[in-house]
């Protein structure tokens, strides 16, 4: 029931740059509400990757970048690493809903 | 260091209860929300509340409203999660998370606990 919408997989060779984008709708990343994105590594609870549509936490690499446009966000990872595989979420709020959402995730595999 | 550190975890029957604790430590706790967030086994994440810094403010998705109930208790440095009434669709694995300010980064939930099974199955 994820109002957020990601393609479930994407992959790259090592080098190689890949993008995730996160489409919503007119109630929650078309409203103006800022996407966030997390990184979940396989068994390990998620960990904040980009906040505010394009802003990083300190530690995290300017390999990841992240961007908005209209109702849909991206994420996109450059010189893929085997260490980036891992499922990756957006977030925002939904007006509508009065809740925070999810994306359904995506799973980045390195080839 | 920011830690948070879930229990309360567990089997319980279809119609049970069960309370999750999350003790938080590293940073000025009642300055912060504070949120729970669910994960079905193998499924995507789900928002399941969220509580103001002096907790005076709650909201719940709606899958759980008038069913669960968050609190804090700032003297502990803990954030709870009473849930009622559960159901099988209510096994995952729950996550208390640090919502971080509007105007640090823009209310993303910042800090992640490791986590807390909680099955409801007969």
């Known amino acids: 029931q994820s109002v957020l919408t990601q393609p479930p997989s994407v992959s790259g060779a090592p080098g190689q740059r890949v993008t995730i984008s996160c489409t919503g709708s007119d109630s929650n990343i078309g409203a103006g509400f800022t996407v966030h994105w997390y990184q979940q590594l396989p068994g390990t609870a998620p960990k904040l990757l980009i906040y505010g549509n394009s802003y990083r936490p300190s530690g995290v690499p300017d390999r990841f970048s992240g961007s908005k446009s209209g109702t849909s966000a991206s994420l996109a990872i450059s010189g893929l690493q085997a260490d980036d595989e891992s499922d990756y979420y957006c977030?925002?709020?939904?007006?509508?809903?009065?809740?925070?959402?999810f994306g359904t995730g995506t799973k980045v595999t390195v080839l | 260091e920011v830690q948070l550190l879930e229990s309360g975890g567990g089997l319980v029957q279809p119609g049970g209860s069960l309370r999750l604790s999350c003790a938080a430590s590293g940073f000025t706790f009642d300055n912060y929300a504070m949120t729970w967030v669910r994960q079905t086994p193998g499924k995507g994440l789900e928002w399941v509340s969220v509580i103001s810094g002096s907790g005076k403010s709650t909201d719940y998705a709606n899958s759980v409203k008038d069913r669960f109930s968050i609190s804090r208790d700032n003297s502990k440095n803990t954030v709870y999660l009473q849930m009622n009434s559960l159901r099988a669709d209510d096994t995952a694995v729950y996550y208390c998370?640090?919502?971080?300010?509007?105007?640090?980064?823009?209310?993303?939930?910042?800090?992640w606990g490791q986590g807390a099974l909680v099955t409801v199955s007969s």
């Open positions: 977030q925002s709020y939904d007006r509508s809903l009065s809740a925070y959402v």
């Open positions: 998370a640090k919502r971080c300010s509007s105007s640090t980064c823009y209310k993303a939930f910042d800090y």
